[in-house]
């Protein structure tokens, strides 16, 4: 969350929120269990982020995922919460964990809601697509193929760095999150959370993939059809379906294709989900066993995609 939290009860009062609807509706974290998980360990923790590179990359042009954590997370709880090391390892993904340190937000959180942090040449923006060109050099990643998502307001960030950095990135993936500017200051930031109508704008069209449960106490779930309307337009056509999960998850899929352009975004309404990364592990904190698998499916989606010439 933001600096500003020790003067403004609000937005202190949505950060205990999130913590107490994850401890409502998931057991917690084990002390200490997101650092020793045996699976898959990161290939390196610096003080900025961690960088996990699975054995089945590619020397070269393997595809990046840069994935952001949301507020009171870290890279190591937000790798282990989301299981996206074993997907990337699937997947053959270099996965790479931007860090939100307290020195930039005294909640660990993006500062998504506010105007010093929207634009390409300053802010949370500008630092983590610095270290994403930074870590796509060095890696030798396929530069059409650098994708980025995140949870909350982790989620918040990539729909903004989509919007911002066509450029660098080729898809986004959003989980319980907010559409690129949603809040411009903290009063703005609180509607938006709290499911305030989004004003009109020119779609992006930038390929998005989205997951929100419609029980989510903490980012109201229009937010999820705020960001497809953000990417693909309000009219968009899409094809929807009712599905059911073998452990009893039930959950609506809607496929768009934006006419004359062919881009493509998915829309995952969870039916009785909360604030949480859906089909994760309870390793990391926010986090729901319970299907369809974010991680698997946000990785499945991206590997159609690749950043367009015109971008």
Same mark, same amino acid.
């Given at each position: 969350?933001?600096?500003?939290?020790?003067?403004?009860?609000?937005?202190?009062?949505?950060?205990?929120?999130?913590?107490?609807?994850?401890?409502?509706?998931?057991?917690?974290?084990?002390?200490?269990?997101?650092?020793?998980?045996?699976?898959?360990?990161?290939?390196?923790?610096?003080?900025?982020?961690?960088?996990?590179?699975?054995?089945?990359?590619?020397?070269?042009?393997?595809?990046?995922?840069?994935?952001?954590?949301? +507020?009171?997370?870290?890279?190591? %709880?937000?790798?282990? @919460?989301? *299981?996206?090391?074993?997907? &990337?390892? =699937?997947?053959?993904? #270099?996965?790479?964990?931007?860090?939100?340190?307290?020195?930039?937000?005294?909640?660990?959180?993006?500062?998504?809601?506010?105007?010093?942090?929207?634009?390409?040449?300053?802010?949370?923006?500008?630092?983590?697509?610095?270290?994403?060109?930074?870590?796509?050099?060095?890696?030798?990643?396929?530069?059409?193929?650098?994708?980025?998502?995140?949870?909350?307001?982790?989620?918040?960030?990539?729909?903004?760095?989509?919007?911002?950095?066509?450029?660098?990135?080729?898809?986004?993936?959003?989980?319980?999150?907010? +559409?690129?500017?949603?809040?411009? %200051?903290?009063?703005? @930031?609180? *509607?938006?959370?709290?499911? &305030?109508? =989004?004003?009109?704008? #020119?779609?992006?069209?930038?390929?998005?993939?989205?997951?929100?449960?419609?029980?989510?106490?903490?980012?109201?779930?229009?937010?999820?059809?705020?960001?497809?309307?953000?990417?693909?337009?309000?009219?968009?056509?899409?094809?929807?379906?009712?599905?059911?999960?073998?452990?009893?998850?039930?959950?609506?899929?809607?496929?768009?294709?934006?006419?004359?352009?062919?881009?493509?975004?998915?829309?995952?309404?969870?039916?009785?989900?909360?604030?949480?990364?859906?089909?994760?592990?309870?390793?990391?904190?926010? +986090?729901?066993?319970?299907?369809? %698998?974010?991680?698997?499916?946000?990785?499945?989606?991206?590997?159609?995609? =690749?950043?367009?010439?015109?971008?």
């Amino acid at each position: 969350m933001p600096s500003s939290l020790t003067t403004f009860n609000p937005f202190l009062s949505w950060f205990q929120m999130a913590s107490d609807a994850s401890a409502s509706f998931f057991p917690a974290a084990s002390p200490g269990a997101a650092a020793t998980d045996p699976f898959l360990p990161m290939t390196a923790t610096c003080e900025d982020h961690s960088l996990f590179v699975p054995a089945t990359a590619p020397r070269h042009a393997a595809p990046l995922l840069v994935m952001l954590h949301g +507020a009171g997370q870290n890279p190591i %709880d937000f790798a282990a @919460g989301t *299981a996206m090391n074993a997907a &990337a390892e =699937r997947h053959g993904f #270099v996965v790479l964990y931007p860090a939100q340190p307290t020195s930039a937000n005294a909640h660990q959180c993006w500062n998504w809601f506010e105007r010093a942090h929207q634009t390409r040449d300053q802010g949370d923006p500008a630092r983590i697509a610095a270290l994403t060109l930074q870590v796509a050099r060095e890696q030798r990643v396929d530069s059409h193929r650098i994708y980025v998502a995140g949870l909350s307001a982790g989620g918040a960030m990539a729909a903004l760095l989509g919007d911002l950095f066509p450029d660098v990135y080729a898809a986004v993936g959003v989980h319980s999150g907010l +559409a690129a500017r949603a809040g411009s %200051d903290i009063t703005s @930031g609180l *509607a938006a959370l709290r499911g &305030a109508p =989004r004003e009109a704008s #020119v779609p992006r069209e930038m390929p998005t993939i989205v997951f929100h449960g419609d029980r989510d106490s903490v980012v109201n779930a229009v937010n999820g059809t705020h960001v497809i309307e953000a990417s693909l337009g309000a009219d968009c056509p899409f094809e929807s379906r009712e599905h059911t999960g073998p452990d009893g998850r039930r959950f609506t899929r809607r496929n768009y294709l934006r006419p004359g352009t062919g881009v493509r975004g998915e829309h995952w309404t969870l039916h009785d989900a909360a604030h949480a990364w859906s089909g994760g592990s309870l390793a990391g904190s926010f +986090a729901d066993p319970m299907g369809p %698998d974010a991680s698997e499916e946000m990785l499945r989606f991206f590997e159609t995609q =690749r950043r367009r010439p015109s971008h």
